[in-house]
């Protein structure tokens, strides 16, 4: 795999995908894989070929540490 980037197509990544226990049963999910390099890339499961986007370890940590906190949960269901 040579250098992933913004907009890469997610099958040419040689990775393994995980998505959340809480992905509804239609499989409608955000994925998340671990690059060699230490980045993130995250995909769209309804396109598993589409693009990835791809993330530095520290702004997947600010994502995350802003959904613990709650920052985003004027997002979710109404």
């Keep these: 795999?040579?250098?992933?980037?913004?907009?890469i197509a997610a099958a040419d990544l040689d990775v393994v995908w995980q998505k959340s226990r809480y992905s509804n049963s239609k499989?409608?999910?955000?994925?998340?894989?671990p690059l060699p390099n230490g980045e993130?890339?995250?995909r769209n499961s309804r396109f598993p070929d589409g693009p990835a986007l791809v993330y530095?370890?520290?702004?997947?940590d600010?994502?995350?540490l802003g959904v613990?906190?709650?920052e985003f949960d004027h997002l979710g269901t109404p």
């Design 1 to 7: 795999m040579g250098e992933a980037y913004n907009g």
């Design 27 to 33: 499989g409608n999910c955000v994925e998340f894989a």
């Design 40 to 42: 993130v890339a995250m």
């Design 56 to 60: 530095t370890r520290a702004e997947i």
């Design 62 to 64: 600010a994502m995350l």
């Design 68 to 70: 613990k906190d709650g």
